[in-house]
């Protein structure tokens, strides 16, 4: 009985996904997914950006990006500390 019992589960779950399989739209399929970075920062100089972001109505992780994507374009001109 119970190796009956222990087919069917195994055979129901081998043939169900997890979770359904939706196709990707093209715009999914290009994005390419950001990278997670681990860093330290000079005291105060987190708080001052959450604080900007706040001001501004964004994520600070977003406003810290779009910081770091503007220096590496060149559009950007920082004089190191």
Same mark, same amino acid.
Do not use: C, H
């Given at each position: 009985?119970?190796?009956? %019992?222990?087919? *069917?589960?195994? #055979? !129901? ?6 979770? /359904? ?6 715009? %999914?399929?290009? *994005?390419?997914? #950001? !990278? ?6 000079? /005291? ?38």
């Amino acid at each position: 009985m119970r190796d009956k %019992q222990w087919e *069917k589960l195994t #055979k !129901s779950n081998e043939t169900q996904p997890k979770r /359904p399989l939706r196709p990707q739209s093209n715009v %999914q399929q290009k *994005k390419a997914r #950001k !990278s997670k970075v681990g860093t330290s920062f000079d /005291p105060g100089v987190l708080e001052a950006f959450k604080a900007k972001a706040e001001r501004v109505g964004i994520p600070y992780q977003t406003l810290l990006n779009s910081v770091v994507k503007r220096y590496t374009e060149g559009k950007l001109d920082i004089e190191v500390a």
